[in-house]
């Protein structure tokens, strides 16, 4: 039996589909090769943050009923969650709908076809479906299943992955993402541990701290900053890098912990936009002053960091002044990269009916401003960092020289290494390298580096 899992979206996504991913895998279903023609169960987990997002779902499920013509595909996600109807209604044929809510029941189809001895190639598969899935859903919990994407091993990522939080308080003119994930959620501090020392038991040596907004995690009390404490004293030495943050977020206790070595020097801000004005529009408790403060405070906290942000350009009504007031303060805080993305207007959201919506080719030339700076940015973090130490995770990816590898440095370079070794270190593998020189044009990489044990 064969399957796929196709991811668009955050590193929540990302986590979810590796748990699905691994489900099929251990109930001894083969993964469908790349080329067209195989058929078998192919799952698409979706994303609804933009409209572009949600066009790149549509366009590849056309893609993949025309390669894989008797495949069953399940959409799942938060676009499926959102917009459950419109897709059936493009799709009416092979395709059926999970929404993000249920997506958990995922990770028990396989066990439940291979025992029940269903055969996910036949014709009437799609149509059995619901009825299968209302079985497993018979004792599911929405609460407890948000938390169940723990996999055993992960098949396209080198470091480990543990969801601490999911869904979002906090409901930002813009954003659909809260509404298809729903209320924030926090996983226990001793759960949150068991997953970590579980990772570090199998090898790995960093994990990342993943949820919809981190920064709102709240269990028994214990916030973002007391389940950092908890948990490098309750384990041995694996590292721990987080996902985005919010600006307003972190306080003294926050600021304190990321001093422990074990914590990435790597941040990235949920920053939306610099301008008061616009801020206020979207719905962010937080100032310039705030952001400024927090910069310097991370920056007080790890030597030289990366430091990378979200900005959102062309909000409505956004004049040529206040989008200059976000492009001089990301410019004037040097960030390491900015990834910008023009507004997106997304139904049920109070801004898809804001007056003062910008033209696309005017949202167009504020992104490349933006991203010009990221650049900027970037190339000057990389030349501030050659010549120096870094510690670095091998990743599986196959380099494109021989006797060089892969790797991400623990300040989020991606680096490629010069082993001069018959035997390179394994995937996974914790080494330390000396940033070279900025590397030959190749965007999979940022740097050459060398390495040192």
Same mark, same amino acid.
């Given at each position: ?103 958990? /029941?995922?990770?028990? &189809?396989?066990?439940? %076809?291979?025992? #029940? @001895? ?5 014709? =009437? ?98 916030? /973002?900053?007391?389940? &950092?404490?908890?948990? %490098?004293?309750? #384990? @041995? ?5 987080? =996902? ?210």
């Amino acid at each position: 039996m064969f399957f796929s899992v196709h991811t668009l979206g955050c590193k929540l996504n990302q986590l979810e589909t590796e748990a699905i991913t691994d489900a099929f895998s251990r109930n001894g279903f083969n993964r469908i090769p790349k080329t067209p023609g195989e058929n078998g169960i192919i799952i698409v987990n979706t994303c609804t943050v933009t409209s572009m997002a949600e066009q790149k779902a549509r366009r590849l499920i056309r893609r993949l009923l025309k390669d894989h013509a008797a495949a069953c595909l399940i959409i799942t996600g938060c676009y499926a969650q959102m917009d459950r109807e419109i897709i059936e209604k493009e799709f009416p044929e092979r395709v059926f709908v999970i929404p993000g809510e249920s997506k958990d /029941l995922l990770l028990d &189809l396989p066990a439940f %076809l291979v025992d #029940s @001895g269903i055969d996910p190639a036949l014709a =009437s598969f799609t149509a059995s479906l619901p009825s299968v899935l209302r079985r497993l859903g018979e004792n599911s919990s929405e609460e407890i299943g948000v938390f169940r994407f723990r996999p055993e091993k992960f098949a396209s990522h080198s470091r480990g992955f543990v969801k601490i939080q999911d869904g979002c308080d906090r409901r930002c003119s813009y954003c659909r993402v809260c509404l298809a994930r729903g209320k924030s959620r926090s996983l226990g501090a001793e759960e949150v541990l068991k997953e970590l020392l579980s990772l570090e038991e199998r090898g790995f040596n960093e994990a990342v701290l993943t949820g919809v907004n981190i920064t709102q995690y709240l269990s028994a009390g214990m916030n /973002l900053a007391g389940l &950092l404490e908890f948990l %490098l004293k309750g #384990s @041995g030495k694996i590292r721990i890098r987080l =996902s985005s943050i919010d600006p307003d977020m972190p306080d003294d206790s926050f600021f304190a912990v990321l001093a422990d070595k074990r914590i990435r020097p790597h941040f990235h801000l949920s920053l939306q936009s610099g301008n008061a004005n616009i801020l206020s529009r979207m719905g962010r408790a937080y100032t310039q002053e705030k952001i400024k403060k927090t910069v310097e405070n991370l920056r007080l906290a790890k030597e030289d960091p990366f430091l990378a942000c979200d900005i959102i350009a062309a909000f409505p009504g956004e004049s040529e002044a206040e989008f200059e007031d976000t492009r001089f303060l990301c410019e004037r805080l040097g960030f390491s990269w900015i990834h910008a993305f023009p507004f997106s207007p997304r139904p049920g959201t109070p801004a898809y009916d804001f007056p003062g919506r910008i033209h696309e080719g005017e949202a167009k030339r504020r992104v490349e401003l933006l991203t010009t700076l990221a650049v900027k940015g970037r190339l000057e973090y990389i030349g501030r960092w050659k010549g120096r130490e870094v510690e670095a995770i091998v990743e599986s990816g196959k380099a494109a020289v021989r006797g060089m590898i892969n790797g991400v440095s623990e300040n989020y370079l991606k680096l490629l290494i010069n082993t001069a070794e018959e035997r390179p270190p394994t995937p996974g593998s914790l080494i330390r390298c000396r940033i070279m020189e900025e590397a030959p044009k190749d965007d999979r990489f940022d740097t050459l580096a060398w390495l040192l044990n």
